[in-house]
């Protein structure tokens, strides 16, 4: 995931839990058309299965890495959605091997699936904190080669308990992936897109990387180019020079800069034909918070203006040590002043702890090239630019505080109609009668800024808005009582475009019809739905299409490679689950639990319905897998500790339900039944209850220490139970067909793969509430299958059934 996020963009990321689950279900397919494999001595294919994953962890991530695969790409190139195909397949074969090796272990220890799961979902879950750990040693590339070595040292114990004697000599293999740590790092270096902001920046003349740093969530690369000129909307009235600037990228992509400062204010005269100075003529300077300052732009300007006190808070933790270490005599030290005060952390988990209230709140642009870069982040939850994050932060600010928010100029107009639209909502779910003359909206050239007055513009605001924006230039786009021949002055369209679209916006009655007619997606987000760069309509997409001049790249920005992964994936399922039915012959049925009609043997059946059992609890899985680990990253405030945190808990969680399942089916079978109905009724409450804790001020104020914590009790119920179906499932289906049980391990992995796709479509369009009542209702179906199985108490199954689907 790291590796995608830094080679092509985060949001691609999601990709890599398909492809793996892909390579665990082929794993069980290939076992159903090659039965052969399950009669060799279990520990040499074990330790082969071992040293092939080894293998092929390096080379499907060294040839990858040659690829030319780009994204961006698509809009001129047909060839790279064949390279997302290659990229699919490749990155898939080390999973294959790692599949074959738990799939063929519970094909030969059925008796003792709970015990192999158990130890398997154990190691899965290390792997998570532990891959945070190496890769902040190491480098995120190398933390491939160490799974390599991993994967050498279970080839090497495998081996082992085959002989039972004499010294694991495969373990000398190690020195090869060591090697290339060490002798060879640059075999491991990420092949970064060209249309990233590094590579932009390091085409221009004499350009050179400085400095490259790594932690468990970021790469940090400074940089010295031409690049690098950061004032955003900076006024055309402004006559001087910018200070000297340096670069820092993050993750290859965003590119943001360290200004040089010497301590004379004069030279920060430039910050004052900023838009983002505004608030600064509307409001007191007292208290001032800043988000993701990432440099130190907005510090300047805020020194510049005679702010008080300074708080700001920034994503990347590299960033403020770098700027604060390296380059503290550069920056004039600005991470270290005695009124600037500097917070690592999340925006909204930050607010959310703050006991402050300030006079001015700052969100702006942070990276150089965003005006002309791609702008693809439709699948990127951005918890900043909901309406509960609208209200938080109005609620911290002072009775004449001001919140602005700049964005970079975008036409066709989108990003700030939604913000527009979304601070409206925020608005009235306070009780504000009219939010309209609560904005302002200004424009220049390169960006457009939205500004929210807590209590309200009068007309001292509005004369210093007009003040302002008169001596630098800038349009004003709208204020409560604007009239048209006051917008579109200085950076003029051929008609007052975003003065209509605003107006309307404003006006409560014209609003929902703007919403539904016009072509892109600008209704409020919320933190169920929180995909603000998701703007596309399927039904407007032809008018979109002709918008872009017929144009194919602007449409990944709305997740519209979403759909071409799953249908690939759905393909590649379908062909996999059915090839076995070509050798169907040789799948002999034995006794089913399911008593015969008159007509024949109707094993067959049994084995359909095991089949669709699988199937379900794979999406049932996934979807509270990766619902899950969105939710939590509002409340732990950082994607990787989400990832980590719920990915932990829910695999060593479902571990040990796996374990004790195997001891309760021993006892009595309808108790599985009682778990899976247990299951259905927690992910529920869940789904309705999970926002109140996340939203209650208490557990905000808590460290990440203590919310981690918090988040694994949360979730170890849920996984404790989660972990039942599967191993239970296998248990019933070796007392009937034991040779489908690979089958069976390809129908969940499968299933898994367009679940993982799947519940991203369902999110940008419904929300994860809706992706997690799918997930009870996928469980209540693997209810009903054991029913039909066992037939057995059936009025009740029916009743509990009936009352979850309602």
Known sequence: MRVFSIAQWYHFAFMVVSMALLGYGVSGSFLMLFPSVLKKDIYTVLSYCSIFFAISSLLSYSITNTIAFDPVKIAWDPLQIAYIFIYYILLSIPFFFSGMTISIAISRLSERVHRIYFYDLLGAGSGCILALLISSLFGVSNTITIASILGISASAIFYTAKERYGFPYRFFLIAIPLSIIFLFPSFMEITISPYKGLPVSLRYPEAEIVKTRWDSFSRIDVVKSGAVKFAPGLSLKFQGELPEQIGIAIDGGTLTSITKFNGDKKELLFTDYLPSAIPYYLTKTDDILIFDPRGGLEILSAIYHGGRQIESVEFYPLIIDTVRKDYGAFSGGIYSRKNVRVAVGDTRTFIRQSQNRYDIIQITPGDILSASSTGIYGLTEDYRFTVEGFKDYIKHLNENGVLTITLYLLPPPRYELRIISTAIKALEEMGIQSPDSHIAVIRTWGTITIIIKRNGLDSADINGIKDFCRDRHFDIDYYSGIGMEETNRYNRFQEPLYFNLISKIMNSSERERLFEDYVFDITPVTDNRPFFYHFFKWDTFREAYNIFGRKWQPFLEGGYLIPVVFIQALIVSIIFIILPLLFSKG??????????????????????????????????????????????????????????????????????????????????????????LILCSMIIIYAIFLPDIFNNPAFGKWKIAWRQSLSFILLFPLGFFMGMPFPAGIKLLEKHNSRIIPWAWCVNGCSSVLSSVLVILIALSFGFKAALFLSALAYAGGLLIFFLIFRGQSFLYLFCLYFLFL
């Open 587 to 676: 799948i002999k049925t034995m006794q089913s639990p399911i008593p015969e009609k008159k007509g024949g043997d109707k094993g067959w059946l049994t084995d359909i319905f095991f089949l669709f059992y699988f199937l379900l609890i794979g999406i049932g899985f996934m979807f509270v897998e990766i619902s899950m680990i969105q939710k939590f990253i509002l409340f732990l405030g950082h994607p990787v500790y989400s990832i980590s945190t719920v990915l932990f808990t829910l695999l060593v969680s479902s571990g040990m339900g796996s374990y004790l399942s195997g001891k309760l089916w021993q006892e009595e079978k309808w108790i599985i039944n009682i778990m899976l």
